[in-house]
């Protein structure tokens, strides 16, 4: 009897571990572009007066039930003001267009702190928020403090990720190589502010988000960092380009976080690109 129990455990282990993860399929939405900008800002050692026109873009990850989004992109007067964008939709109505609803959207997993991932948070009002833990604690904290970095940070973005988290939506991740949804792991390492993280979504096949961790496709082709929280963490950033590579299985299947290209490689409908 015992056997014949212990058997068919063995046997509904090894159905779970075939058993294959949540279908999900990947989107990235061009909200906005941004002209001109200069490649030596995102791609280090690049000639300082070579420019390249780039995108505001989040990427929207549907399956098992979920409406997923990576980053939140932005829409605060202040930095209109500051830099040139183009082309401008709302992030909640840009991801209407994919068929979201922003009250739709379950969950909202943002790679970093910056102006332009994060500070769309407050335009989806349902979804749980996930961020690193680090990323929380130093940019809600230390970032504040005399000499500390807080450089791109919007403070009304600090203080709505403060209401999301009393609000009971937020959820901090504790370090590299999680799990936080069926199918959809982060990582962190490579640095790009005080601690970014980026997601693999498992499939076939799957696909590594980098978000600014990787700003073009030219990082990859030249192992050139990104722009990362001080130069000290530019080789780093090279070591997470190449861990990105063997998650994904090849370097095509990461998904730069400003390049235009992405709008290229993949079927185009409007703003929107089906990346799997």
């Known amino acids: ?28 939405i061009r909200f906005a572009d941004s ?55 709302r992030p909640d109505e840009a991801v209407r267009l994919a068929g979201v609803p922003p009250e739709a959207v379950t969950d909202l997993i943002i790679s970093h702190a910056h102006w332009d991932h994060m500070g769309g948070i407050d335009l989806f009002p349902n979804a749980t928020v996930w961020i690193q833990q680090a990323e929380y604690r130093y940019y809600t904290g230390d970032a504040w403090q005399p000499g500390k970095d807080h450089g791109g940070i919007d403070p009304d973005d600090v203080a709505e990720l403060l209401r999301i988290n009393l609000a009971g939506r937020l959820r901090l991740v504790d370090g590299d190589d999680r799990e936080i949804i069926p199918g959809i792991r982060v990582y962190t390492g490579a640095r790009h502010t005080y601690a970014s993280q980026y997601l693999r979504v498992a499939g076939e096949p799957p696909v590594v988000l980098a978000s600014d961790n990787v700003y073009l496709y030219r990082n990859l082709a030249e192992h050139a960092a990104s722009a990362t929280f001080s130069d000290s963490d530019h080789a780093a950033n090279v070591a997470a380009q190449q861990r990105m590579a063997e998650l994904a299985g090849s370097p095509a299947r990461i998904v730069p976080g400003h390049d235009a290209l992405q709008f290229e490689r993949y079927p185009v409908d409007g703003r929107i690109a089906r990346i799997r």
Not at 50 to 55: A, K, P
């Open 1 to 28: 009897m015992k056997q014949g129990l212990l058997a068919v455990l063995l046997l509904l282990a090894a159905v779970c571990r075939a058993a294959p993860g949540p279908a999900y399929d990947i989107y990235a």
């Open 35 to 89: 002209p001109g900008d200069a490649v030596s800002d995102m791609v280090m050692g690049a000639p300082p007066d070579e420019t390249v026109d780039t995108v505001y873009a989040l990427w929207l990850i549907r399956g098992a039930g979920r409406n997923i989004l990576f980053d939140s992109g932005f829409h605060r007067k202040r930095w209109f003001e500051l830099w040139t964008v183009q082309n401008f939709l």
